[in-house]
């Protein structure tokens, strides 16, 4: 009876907003980006756009998308003026390999941890050292105390939409291990020093802040 309460209250959060697990599905490649007004629209060509529909939201690189038009193997979504100065799509060009993950389908496994594709800051990437199989990426982001406290030690981050954890923390750096699967199958491969990429603080921790903030102020 609990687990069918569960189960039923996620699928009425499923109808209000999309959740995501950080594990990536699919990369696919940026065909082709073009701007009206403040907002870039992107032609995306992957091995899940055939299955996609209208409306459906993935995210890409961690940003949550929708769906707008399918064609084949490729779709198109568009990113508004919010997306692109809080995320790295204004620096997406034709060519570039992106991860894509579908929103997640309740009741199943939680493999990573709640994602909602709403990218909270950027952050680059400044060391890269290959460990004889596995990967460590080292990463500093903008020093907003805020942000700070939301980094915890083995703690889960979403870095362009992938689950990863985190350690070897300090102030705003942070170090994550990549293992030989994850490296092969996402487009971290392409990451090097000087890479910006999404980061979305795990949710739990924010709602934690927000409520700790405001206690703090009343």
């Known amino acids: 009876m609990i687990q069918q309460n569960i189960n039923s209250a996620f699928a009425k959060t499923s109808l ?3 959740m995501f697990t950080g594990i990536i599905e699919a990369t696919g490649f ?3 980006v073009s701007k009206t007004g403040s907002n870039l629209t992107f032609w995306v060509k992957s091995p899940l756009s055939r299955d996609l529909e209208v409306d459906q939201s993935v995210a890409h690189d961690g940003v949550c998308l929708t769906v707008e038009e399918v064609i084949d193997n490729s779709h ?3 990113a508004i003026e919010e997306t692109l100065n809080k995320s790295s799509l204004g620096k997406w060009q034709a060519g570039r390999e992106i991860n894509l993950e579908r929103c997640l389908l309740l009741p199943s496994r939680l493999d990573g941890h709640i994602v909602q594709g709403h990218v909270d800051t950027t952050a680059t990437c ?3 050292i290959e460990k004889q199989g596995s990967w460590e ?3 500093i982001f903008n020093a907003n105390p805020e942000f700070e406290s939301l980094i915890v030690e083995k703690g889960s981050i979403s870095l362009n939409g992938t689950s990863l954890t ?6 705003n750096r942070f170090t994550v291990a990549i293992i030989p699967y994850t490296f092969e199958h996402t487009s971290i491969k392409y ?3 000087g890479t910006i990429v999404n980061l979305e603080f795990d949710l739990v921790g924010k709602y934690i802040l927000r409520n700790l903030q405001v206690r703090n102020s009343s």
Do not use: H
Request: net charge neutral; hydrophobic share 40%; glycine share 0%.
């Open 137 to 139: 990426f080292e990463f």
């Open 166 to 171: 985190i350690f070897n923390i300090d102030k």
């Open 16 to 18: 209000i907003c999309s």
């Open 126 to 128: 400044i060391n890269k």
């Open 191 to 193: 990451v090097d020093k």
């Open 76 to 78: 198109r979504v568009t």
């Open 30 to 32: 940026i065909e082709s």
